[in-house]
């Protein structure tokens, strides 16, 4: 009999697998109830974020939570089956706010997301440089850590190029999770955003019917390999409804709020003790790069707010280096524009997770690092070592 591939996860070992993991082991079943523990836990944590008003509470309560288990060396890893879910829950709530003219905005916008994607890939290859040279991460890890692409794609894209993929996933899974921390309340405290006024929810024989429909509009999108396909095809199928005025209403608040305790959760689960541990040097050097990469784009967003005549905290969340996702649920619990936020990160997720391999290349023939390095010298006088030399 072939073996059978097992996913890694403890639910999916329990319930998924079939009869190659029926009856379940007894490690299984711990597995399983540790799963269920911090999902409990995590959500009790979303909850009493909800009760003291805390901004973004399903993600960052969850996140908070889940973070604190898996430093505490419990293994948590989340069904992948369940984020997905989550995220065309999120999806199909988004685009439950796509009108006919709020389409019309995002379409005359998209000159502007190609540019926006361009000036953030460029932006993120230059800071790259001091990432590596502080961080003493040869250029390819350096380079596909600090470009805000996928949590995965990223790791198995540098790996090609001969990238480590440890440091890649520790600092892609604090990109996000430091830039949705940090974002909603700075918003809130600056009176650029407000918590989003309540509209009345669909039905939730509906609201669950319209959830079904986008995980097939999603299995369609990934079958032809689009780029995030749970969260885009949600938001086009529920859009496209939505402006052609067949459905009219909110993602009921429950499952809206279920699907951000997901979210949050699959974040915090990636910050592992044992990775965590090994890096705190790169660790701390990424995260000083990357508040140097959100103040860039914070400046780029007051230029953007002039030019296209968008809210300032719009802009914001579509410039900042966080995950499409992520920045997308911000936008719609702030009562922001989440459809143009949504817009932007598609098109800078299209070119950072279809083309971070090529735009490598090119920079490695144009001795882009090299280059980098020896101006690094050149105005520091450190007379370093270049860490691919």
């Not at 974040?267 to 790169?282: D, E, H, T, V, W």
């Amino acid at each position: 009999m072939p073996k059978t591939m097992v996913d890694d996860s403890a639910l999916s070992r329990c319930v998924t697998d079939g009869v190659a993991t029926f009856p379940p082991t007894i490690a299984s079943l711990k597995r399983f109830a540790v799963l269920a523990m911090a999902y409990g836990l995590a959500l009790a944590g979303a909850a009493i974020a909800q009760t003291l008003h805390v901004p973004l509470a399903g993600v960052l309560g969850a996140l908070t939570v889940s973070a604190i288990l898996a430093f505490s060396g419990f293994e948590l890893n989340p069904p992948d089956a369940l984020r997905k879910v989550g995220q065309t829950t999120i999806g199909a709530g988004i685009g439950l706010h796509v009108t006919a003219a709020v389409a019309v905005q995002v379409f005359a916008l998209l000159p502007a997301m190609v540019l926006a994607a361009l000036l953030s890939v460029a932006l993120s290859a230059v800071l790259s440089v001091p990432l590596g040279r502080l961080a003493r991460l040869d250029h390819s890890t350096a380079f596909f850590s600090m470009i805000p692409g996928g949590l995965a794609e990223m790791g198995n894209v540098g790996t090609r190029y001969g990238a480590d993929p440890e440091p890649i996933a520790v600092m892609q899974a604090l990109r996000v999770a430091i830039v949705v921390i940090l974002l909603p309340p700075l918003l809130i405290l600056s009176e650029h955003a407000k918590p989003a006024a309540i509209h009345a929810p669909l039905p939730l024989l509906p609201a669950m019917l319209l959830i079904a429909g986008c995980l097939v509009a999603a299995f369609v999108f990934r079958v032809i390999r689009l780029n995030n396909p749970w969260m885009l095809g949600a938001v086009l199928l529920s859009g496209t409804l939505t402006a052609t005025g067949l459905a009219d209403g909110e993602m009921p608040w429950p499952l809206f709020f279920g699907a951000q305790v997901i979210l949050g959760f699959a974040i915090g689960s990636r910050f592992k003790r044992n990775r965590m541990r090994k890096l705190p040097q790169a660790i701390l050097c990424f995260c000083a790069m990357l508040l140097v990469l959100m103040a860039l784009t914070s400046a780029m967003a007051v230029v953007a707010q002039g030019l296209l005549g968008q809210p300032f905290g719009t802009m914001l969340l579509s410039l900042s280096p966080g995950g499409m996702s992520e920045m997308s649920t911000t936008a719609q619990v702030l009562g922001l524009g989440a459809a143009i936020v949504t817009g932007f990160h598609v098109v800078r997720t299209f070119f950072v997770n279809g083309f971070a391999g090529h735009i490598w290349i090119l920079l490695s023939r144009m001795g882009f690092h090299a280059a980098g390095n020896r101006l690094w010298d050149r105005v520091f006088k450190t007379g370093g070592r270049d860490p691919d030399a």
